[in-house]
């Protein structure tokens, strides 16, 4: 049998007698190769920045929203009635063994104005536990206390968004907000937090005590109710438990009896980001299988290109088996030009894709991470399309009779 290296160095003579051909079988498989580092480093970015953003929601929460009210029949969506309390959520904090803190929450839309700057923002009541909870922390500053709380203080903490449209480049550390006419002093600015996987601008905010949100800013029609409540369990494993206890608790609180619709919903965000991580998931799959039928087709290229290198190169053949080559060199001979052919378009299709995946993280703004596992992955399934499209060529060589080989023209 031919040594490996000789038949290796007379693979690549053959292939260098026909550069522009080589070059362009491999384009296939150049293109292949890149289209699928591609897709999957946008698919795995995608991935990641939901994952980032998931993270700045907090870690085991759960969110409890109202219950929908019905006139004439018509019923609303969630959160349009008013079923939830400040009370609620003191019992939740005290009766709930899985519940690690929990924060209620009245909201609304304000304009807010210093000096001759204005913004029109969010507007969120609180307890200082919904920072603990959201795991959001301040660049400058301090939360409000639960006695200020309870006191009605009048002060506010801005989210950096508003800090940037109303302050600009000035210490917004104890200046005065007005707050639909209310003044409020700020003495905190959170850290910035980004956008939610919906697309919702979280630090586009303000934040004040809820009981001053409830009596001087928002108002409610029944005194002490809130919007939603926000819970962390202690821990992932406790909280389905945690998800229990709140709705026994909530139906007893409500006199909702067993077959009666609650009131109330509760909605469990891990689950809810897990179901937004599983569709990134199939969504960079199918996109990696769409990107492989490139390869696929390249593969195509190589074997009609093989075969045509067959039939031009019929003579030689003969000639080799004349002098003793056995089947199994001509047909390794074949293989490795098909398989060199692979390897150098799945280099060029690396280099490629990397350059693709940093121009559309550059110039579309769209997060790309480039996986090491996808670039071998992509080289090694390249050098298997090289074997597998070129072993029917090979095969079909080593099979012809040397002596027709011999007399062919």
């Known amino acids: 049998m031919v040594h490996l290296g000789a038949t290796i160095q007379i693979a690549i003579r053959s292939l260098r007698a026909n550069k522009i051909r080589s070059g362009l079988t491999t384009l296939g498989i150049i293109i292949g190769v890149a289209a699928v580092i591609a897709m999957v480093a946008v698919g795995s970015g995608a991935s990641l920045q939901l994952s980032n953003q998931i993270a700045t929601m907090g870690s085991n929460i759960l969110i409890v929203l109202p219950g929908a009210t019905t006139v004439g029949g018509i019923r609303a969506g969630t959160g349009t009635q008013s079923s939830l309390t400040i009370d609620d959520a003191e019992a939740i904090r005290r009766e709930c063994s899985a519940?690690?803190?929990?924060?209620?929450?009245?909201?609304?839309?304000?304009?807010?104005?210093?000096?001759?700057?204005?913004?029109?923002?969010?507007?969120?009541?609180?307890?200082?536990?919904?920072?603990?909870?959201?795991?959001?922390?301040?660049?400058?500053?301090?939360?409000?206390?639960?006695?200020?709380?309870?006191?009605?203080?009048?002060?506010?903490?801005?989210?950096?968004?508003?800090?940037?449209?109303?302050?600009?480049?000035?210490?917004?550390?104890?200046?005065?907000?007005?707050?639909?006419?209310?003044?409020?002093?700020?003495?905190?600015?959170?850290?910035?937090?980004?956008?939610?996987?919906?697309?919702?601008?979280?630090?586009?905010?303000?934040?004040?005590?809820?009981?001053?949100?409830?009596?001087?800013?928002?108002?409610?029609?029944?005194?002490?109710?809130?919007?939603?409540?926000?819970?962390?369990?202690?821990?992932?494993?406790?909280?389905?438990?945690?998800?229990?206890?709140?709705?026994?608790?909530?139906?007893?609180?409500?006199?909702?009896?067993?077959?009666?619709?609650?009131?109330?919903?509760?909605?469990?965000?891990?689950?809810?980001?897990?179901?937004?991580r599983e569709s990134v998931r199939v969504m960079s799959f199918l996109l990696g299988t769409i990107a492989s039928i490139s390869l696929v087709v390249g593969g195509i290229g190589i074997m009609n290109i093989m075969l045509v290198s067959v039939t031009e190169r019929t003579k030689e053949i003969g000639i080799r088996m004349a002098v003793g080559a056995k089947t199994w060199d001509i047909r390794l001979q074949f293989l490795m030009e098909s398989l060199i052919l692979s390897l150098i378009g799945g280099v060029l299709g690396i280099v490629l894709g990397i350059v693709v995946s940093k121009s559309i993280s550059s110039l579309a703004g769209w997060p790309t991470v480039i996986s090491p596992f996808g670039i071998l992955l992509s080289f090694s399934f390249s050098g298997f399309v090289g074997i597998f499209f070129g072993f029917y060529p090979a095969y079909k060589a080593s099979m012809l009779n040397p002596i027709e080989a011999l007399r062919y023209e």
């Open 99 to 276: 519940v690690l803190d929990v924060a209620p929450f009245s909201t609304g839309s304000a304009q807010v104005v210093y000096g001759n700057q204005n913004w029109f923002t969010a507007v969120v009541g609180t307890t200082p536990s919904m920072f603990s909870i959201r795991d959001w922390n301040l660049t400058s500053g301090r939360s409000f206390t639960d006695q200020e709380v309870k006191n009605m203080a009048k002060v506010c903490l801005l989210g950096q968004t508003v800090v940037e449209n109303i302050f600009g480049q000035e210490e917004p550390l104890g200046k005065i907000l007005r707050i639909k006419n209310v003044p409020f002093v700020v003495i905190g600015v959170l850290e910035k937090k980004g956008q939610t996987p919906t697309g919702q601008d979280q630090d586009d905010t303000v934040f004040v005590p809820i009981t001053v949100a409830q009596k001087m800013l928002f108002g409610t029609n029944l005194p002490g109710t809130v919007k939603m409540i926000m819970i962390k369990a202690k821990s992932a494993e406790e909280l389905p438990l945690a998800e229990k206890q709140v709705n026994d608790l909530l139906r007893q609180r409500h006199r909702i009896g067993p077959k009666q619709d609650p009131d109330f919903t509760i909605r469990n965000l891990t689950k809810i980001l897990e179901t937004a």
